[in-house]
């Protein structure tokens, strides 16, 4: 299914130009307009969905097999590649930007310009225990939706 505003649809139907590296029947992947880096690839499903929440598991499988390969490809480009950065931003306030499933994978190098600025100081183990049972209780709420469970998460308190 393609949404007829969306940009991303307009590339996997071959009605917006694109720099293609890889298609198949499932996904297309492209060279971002804006690339952070020389070498950033967006890979995309082809049929639309705007986020996580309505993007198929087996698409998702296959977005990322495509992003795995793209990843050990820029290694092998020739293009600086010291290291590689895949990215995915889900929702308004993780800065996406396109409402149409993309994974971000570019090539990052000592000195470029791309920063993730958070503070990752060091939580507490009962907190984490908290953010962990929420968490489970949202996998549990995903097999119920399912109608079964494929692969029960344990609780880890390494
Ligand atoms: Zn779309």
Redesign the pocket.
């Known amino acids: 299914m393609?949404?007829d505003g969306?940009v991303?649809?307009g590339i996997a139907r071959g009605h917006v130009a694109a720099s293609v590296v890889h298609e198949d029947d499932r996904v297309v992947a492209f060279m971002d307009l804006s690339p952070v880096t020389p070498g950033h690839v967006l890979v995309v499903p082809k049929s639309?969905a705007e986020g996580l929440v309505d993007l198929p598991d087996d698409l998702g499988v296959r977005v990322w097999e495509v992003g795995h390969r793209v990843g050990r490809a820029l290694r092998l480009s020739g293009l600086r590649c010291e290291g590689v950065t895949l990215f995915l931003a889900d929702g308004e306030a993780a800065f996406q930007e396109i409402f149409?499933v993309h994974l971000h994978v570019f090539p990052r190098f000592k000195g470029d310009s791309f920063r993730v600025d958070a503070n990752w100081r060091v939580h507490e183990r009962r907190v984490l225990d908290e953010a962990a049972l929420a968490v489970r209780g949202g996998l549990a709420a995903l097999d119920a939706r399912a109608g079964g469970s494929d692969s029960p998460v344990q609780a880890e308190s390494a």
């Open positions: 393609t949404n969306c991303f649809c639309h149409h």
